[in-house]
């Protein structure tokens, strides 16, 4: 099966941006929303706009609904 990066708002926090990441990945979704926490502090590029762009350009998975 092949696999697709979508959001998954039904277990996210947010907009399932996170999760579905994490989903995908196959890891602990509070371990990418610790990442995306940590690299806010730190500086690492730009991650708000990094998550604003992912959460209006994935499509959310159409399964959860």
């Avoid at 099966?1 to 994490?22: D, E, F, Q, Y």
């Avoid at 602990?28 to 708000?48: E, Q």
């Amino acid at each position: 099966m092949h696999k697709k990066l979508v959001k998954s708002p039904r277990t996210g926090i947010l907009t399932g941006v996170c999760s579905g990441v994490a989903k995908y990945f196959n890891i602990d979704p509070t371990l990418v929303r610790l990442g995306f926490v940590i690299s806010l502090f730190v500086g690492v590029g730009s991650p708000g706009l990094i998550y604003l762009v992912m959460a209006l350009v994935m499509p959310k998975d159409e399964l959860e609904f």
